[in-house]
């Protein structure tokens, strides 16, 4: 069974910066696809980045250049970098591993970014 705890969410100002974590448990993540989801009040959850376990990204066209997504397979965790946040990056972030197809995912951290 595999298991996400995600943390480095908080408030921060907009022009900010804030590093997401995912720790993942419970399998060969190293083989995982691994994602960031968000979703805010009142709007569907939307991808955000993905990397492959080849280390391949995607991102969401609108956040592109600000946002990086990484991984850490020895450390079974994926990082997702947020630079120059902006009021409307509000949301919950989600973390997302497919696993031998099956998704998984964190609880959610809360991001706030404030004008």
């Known amino acids: 069974q595999v298991q996400l705890v995600e943390s480095g969410g908080g408030l921060v100002q907009a022009g900010g910066s804030l590093r997401l974590s995912c720790a993942a448990s419970?399998?060969?993540?190293?083989?995982?696809?691994m994602g960031w989801y968000r979703q805010a009040p009142g709007k569907q959850r939307e991808l955000v980045a993905s990397?492959?376990?080849?280390?391949?990204?995607h991102y969401a066209d609108s956040l592109k250049g600000r946002f990086t997504i990484s991984r850490d397979n020895a450390k079974n965790t994926v990082y997702l970098q947020m630079n120059s946040l902006k009021p409307e990056d509000t949301a919950v972030y989600y973390c997302k591993v497919v696993l031998f197809r099956r998704d998984y995912w964190g609880q959610g951290t809360q991001v706030t970014v404030s004008s």
């Open positions: 990397i492959t376990s080849s280390g391949n990204t």
């Open positions: 419970g399998g060969s993540l190293s083989i995982a696809a």
